[in-house]
């Protein structure tokens, strides 16, 4: 399963709503589909899984959506700290497969 | 807490071997099935390998098929990531990953902080 996301930058100013774009190549029966967080010089963390479950410690600006082939994070308020690469992955089929990612900047 | 460190990384040369470890702690480490997972410079994440917790059934992804292996020794609470065939194309920053579940089927609940292979002559 490919995995396409976009934008491939997203460049917004704190407070605004980001909303990032994970495009599945088949469609999802469930939603096997995660998003990691990777700041710069660091491993990926886990953000979401199962599409919209929030892993443990993530604040609530953070939110998935999305089933079938069409999958979104959204972050309601970006924070500073927000800056990062963000990958969406699914696992439902092998094997596992990442998107490309995007990245989220500051203006 | 859980933590998982990688080892064993470093600059090699083309087509000789390199194993890499991975420490893990804090959690029931034989429940779980381990990743491998790689990521080459400026590039983005891409799955390696799995071991199941019963440490019999292991994949692979197609581009390291019949010249990686991954094994795991749950007596040490390691995995490794045995790596043969090494070129250019391999070097990257290698994670080891805690499953989510026995399977190959699994999102990731944490990664090491990575350890680089740097494959060059």
């Known amino acids: 399963i490919v995995l396409t996301q976009s934008p491939g930058t997203l460049s917004l100013s704190p407070g605004e709503r980001a909303t990032l774009s994970c495009r599945a190549s088949q469609s999802f029966s469930s939603n096997y589909l995660a998003w990691y967080q990777q700041k710069p010089g660091q491993a990926p963390t886990l953000l979401i899984y199962g599409a919209s479950s929030r892993a443990i410690g993530i604040p609530d600006r953070f939110s998935g959506s999305g089933s079938g082939t069409d999958f979104s994070l959204t972050i309601s308020g970006l924070e500073p700290e927000d800056i990062a690469v963000y990958f969406c992955q699914q696992y439902l089929r092998s094997p596992p497969t990442f998107g490309g990612g995007t990245k989220v900047e500051i203006k | 807490q859980v933590q998982l460190e990688e080892s064993g990384g470093g600059v090699v040369q083309p087509g000789r071997p390199l194993r890499l470890s991975c420490a893990a702690s804090?959690?029931?480490?034989?429940?779980?099935?381990m990743h491998w997972v790689r990521q080459a410079p400026g590039k983005g994440l891409e799955w390696l390998a799995v071991?199941?917790?019963?440490?019999?059934?292991?994949y692979y992804a197609d581009s390291v098929k019949g010249r990686f292996t991954i094994s795991r020794d749950d007596s040490k609470n390691t995995l490794y990531l045995q790596m043969n065939g090494l070129t250019a194309d391999d070097t990257a920053v290698y994670y080891c990953a805690r499953g989510s579940s026995p399977y190959t089927s699994a999102y990731y609940y944490n990664w090491g902080p990575g350890t680089l292979v740097t494959v060059s002559s």
């Open positions: 071991i199941w917790h019963d440490g019999i059934n292991k």
């Open positions: 804090g959690f029931s480490f034989s429940s779980h099935g």
